[in-house]
C-alpha cells in the first residue's frame, strides 16, 4: 500500500513538473507575437500586434530591465496592426525581462514577459 | 549456573512443546483469501528466483532515476523542452500561448508561405515581417474588416497568444497536424484557425471572416514560396 502511495506521488510530482501555471484575463481572439533573443550582447525585441478591423488602435509599451532597473523603453503604435523590432545593447552575465503591455482600442491586454539570461 | 548449553537444550525443548500443541494440519481446514494466496505465490516466487528480483529491482530504481532527472531537464531547460516538443501549446482560462522556448537552428534560412487564394473584395492591408516570425494583413474593400495570416518557424524564444475568450474551441486536422479553430460567437468577429506544422516545425494563423471548412480548406492548402 505504502509503495502504490509512494508510487502516485511520483507520477504527481512528475505532472506538476510540466504543468504550466493558469493566470491571466482577456477579451477577444487577438493574436499577439512577441519575442526577446539574445544573440552575444544585443537583445532583439519583436512585437506584433493583430486587432480586429483595419482602424484598431494599437499601442504598446515595451520595456527591458536588469532585475528592478529600467533599462530601455519604448512606445510604439499602429492602427489595424502594429509591427515592432528594435535592438537593445544588454550585458553579458545580466538576466534581463522585457514586459509587453498591450493596449487595444483602450482596453489593456495582459502583460506579456519573457525573462532571458546573457551568457 | 545456567550455561549456554543448557539454554539451547531448553529452547529446542521448548520449541517441541510447543510444536506438539498445535494440531494437525489435516485438522486446519482454514480457507487463505485469494489475495493473501497471491501475496504469499509472489513471495515464493521471489524466493525461488532472488537474482531476477534483485536485478529487476535495480533496472527499475536506475529507469527511475532517469526519468526524474528527464522530467526535471524537461522543467529547468528550455532548450530540452524544444527539442522534445517543439512549440508547445498552452492553454489558459482565456487565451491559448503557443511557444517556441529557444531555437536549435540559428541561422537558417526563412522559409516563405502564401495563402491558396484571398477572399474576394480582399487586398493586402500590411505586413509585418520580424525574425520570428511573418504576417500579412489584408483588409476588404470597405476596410472595416481584417484578416491575416501569420507563420514562424523555429524562432528563438517567440510566442503566439491567441484570445478566446469570445470563442467556441473547436478542433481539426490540417495534412495530419491537429488544429485549434476559434469560432466567433459574434458573427462580427473574424474566425481562426491555428496550426503547427509537424514536419517543418512551423507555427501557421489565419484568421477570416470565413466558415470553418473554409478555413480548414485555406489551411491544408497554404502554399511554400521557398
Known amino acids: 500500500m505504502k509503495r502504490h502511495i509512494s508510487i502516485v506521488v511520483i507520477l504527481a510530482l512528475l505532472l506538476l513538473s510540466v504543468t504550466p501555471i493558469v493566470n491571466a484575463q482577456s477579451t477577444r481572439i487577438i493574436q499577439t507575437q512577441y519575442s526577446f533573443s539574445i544573440s552575444g550582447t544585443t537583445g532583439l525585441c519583436e512585437l506584433t500586434v493583430s486587432g480586429n478591423s483595419t482602424t484598431s488602435s494599437i499601442s504598446a509599451t515595451i520595456k527591458i530591465s536588469d532585475g528592478d532597473r529600467c533599462i530601455r523603453t519604448w512606445t510604439p503604435t499602429g492602427t489595424g496592426f502594429l509591427s515592432f523590432s528594435d535592438t537593445v545593447s544588454l550585458a553579458k552575465g545580466n538576466e534581463y525581462t522585457m514586459t509587453v503591455d498591450v493596449t487595444i482600442d483602450g482596453k489593456a491586454e495582459p502583460t506579456y514577459a519573457i525573462t532571458k539570461s546573457c551568457t | ?226
Open chain 2, 1 to 226: 549456573m545456567i550455561t549456554e548449553n543448557m539454554i539451547s537444550q531448553a529452547a529446542a525443548e521448548l520449541n517441541e512443546a510447543m510444536l506438539n500443541c498445535l494440531p494437525e494440519a489435516t485438522a486446519c481446514n482454514h480457507n487463505f483469501s485469494p489475495r493473501f494466496q497471491k501475496r504469499m505465490k509472489r513471495v515464493l516466487h521471489r524466493l525461488k528466483h532472488p537474482i531476477r528480483h534483485r536485478v529487476i529491482q535495480r533496472v527499475a530504481c536506475v529507469l527511475l532515476v532517469m526519468l526524474l532527472s528527464f522530467a526535471s531537464f524537461l522543467a529547468i531547460s528550455p532548450t530540452v523542452r524544444a527539442a522534445v516538443f517543439g512549440w508547445i501549446r498552452e492553454q489558459y482560462e482565456s487565451f491559448i500561448e503557443y511557444y517556441f522556448p529557444e531555437s536549435l537552428n540559428h541561422g537558417t534560412e526563412p522559409t516563405t508561405y502564401q495563402l491558396p487564394y484571398i477572399p474576394e473584395g480582399y487586398e493586402e492591408f500590411g505586413k509585418s515581417e520580424q525574425s520570428s516570425g511573418i504576417t500579412i494583413y489584408y483588409a476588404n474593400h470597405t476596410n472595416d474588416r481584417l484578416m491575416y495570416f501569420g507563420y514562424s518557424t523555429e524562432p528563438d524564444f517567440t510566442a503566439y497568444r491567441v484570445d478566446i475568450e469570445a470563442f467556441k474551441l473547436e478542433t481539426a486536422s490540417v495534412n495530419g497536424n491537429s488544429a485549434d479553430i476559434f469560432i466567433s460567437t459574434d458573427p462580427s468577429q473574424a474566425n481562426a484557425i491555428v496550426w503547427i506544422d509537424s514536419k517543418t516545425n512551423t507555427y501557421f494563423c489565419i484568421s477570416a471572416y470565413l466558415e470553418k471548412e473554409e478555413l480548414i480548406y485555406m489551411a491544408e492548402n497554404i502554399l511554400r514560396i521557398s
